[in-house]
């Protein structure tokens, strides 16, 4: 994608647009797919896998919308947008996450226990009882190698984010502007 985001054309001299086309591959459909990952890896309790799809979509679509082209083709939408930029604001949250420490066998099973413990019930209108895990200690289940890889790509998604706003402006779009500047302000 790099190389047709400077504007080099592919090995062939084909633009990224005319690849798309000649080969019926709709832009639409990536759109939606991305739209989805992101979507599901911002959701409250995602796995580590889905934050990261969601991540690297975020930066894709930065980046498709970096390409030459890419308002001819109507690839801006301001939803999308605002949910990929909105992926920054995990940036801040996710580093400060508390670090496992290694702990005897003893300690861990009392850890295990207050974890059991943390499982609430509650009742519904219709007296059913439902469970539901706290979610507040999320980070705490996540290794520091998937913190680390998880901080390299929001700073990624920060650095397409840039090499954007750098080349297009979001004119077609007051609230992405607004948007965007307070995200980024928050940082």
């Given at each position: 994608?790099?190389?047709?985001?400077?504007?080099?054309?592919?090995?062939?001299?084909?633009?990224?647009?005319?690849?798309?086309?000649?080969?019926?591959?709709?832009h639409k459909n990536l759109i939606a797919l991305l739209a989805?990952?992101?979507?599901?890896?911002?959701?409250?309790?995602?796995?580590?896998?889905?934050?990261?799809?969601?991540?690297?979509?975020?930066?894709?679509?930065?980046?498709?919308?970096?390409?030459?082209?890419?308002?001819?083709?109507?690839?801006?939408?301001?939803?999308?947008?605002?949910?990929?930029?909105?992926?920054?604001?995990?940036?801040?949250?996710?580093?400060?996450?508390?670090?496992?420490?290694?702990?005897?066998?003893?300690?861990?099973?009392?850890?295990?226990?207050?974890?059991?413990?943390?499982?609430?019930?509650?009742?519904?209108?219709?007296?059913?009882?439902?469970?539901?895990?706290?979610?507040?200690?999320?980070?705490?289940?996540?290794?520091?190698?998937?913190?680390?890889?998880?901080?390299?790509?929001?700073l990624s998604v920060l650095q397409d984010l840039v090499s954007?706003?750098?080349?297009?402006?979001?004119?077609?779009?007051?609230?992405?502007t607004y948007h965007t500047v307070q995200v980024l302000h928050?940082?």
């Open positions: 994608m790099d190389d047709w985001i400077d504007n080099k054309e592919g090995q062939e001299g084909e633009g990224f647009w005319m690849v798309l086309v000649e080969n019926d591959f709709s989805y990952l992101v979507e599901n890896g911002s959701k409250k309790g995602s796995s580590v896998q889905q934050k990261e799809a969601a991540l690297l979509s975020s930066c894709n679509y930065f980046k498709l919308l970096t390409i030459p082209g890419s308002t001819a083709f109507k690839i801006f939408h301001p939803v999308l947008f605002e949910k990929c930029v909105d992926n920054l604001k995990q940036l801040k949250t996710q580093g400060t996450g508390k670090r496992k420490k290694s702990v005897s066998p003893a300690c861990s099973q009392k850890r295990k226990k207050n974890k059991a413990n943390k499982t609430q019930r509650s009742r519904d209108s219709t007296g059913s009882i439902e469970e539901f895990q706290d979610d507040s200690n999320i980070e705490e289940d996540m290794s520091p190698q998937e913190i680390n890889k998880l901080n390299k790509l929001y954007l706003l750098m080349v297009t402006s979001l004119r077609q779009s007051e609230s992405s928050r940082r």
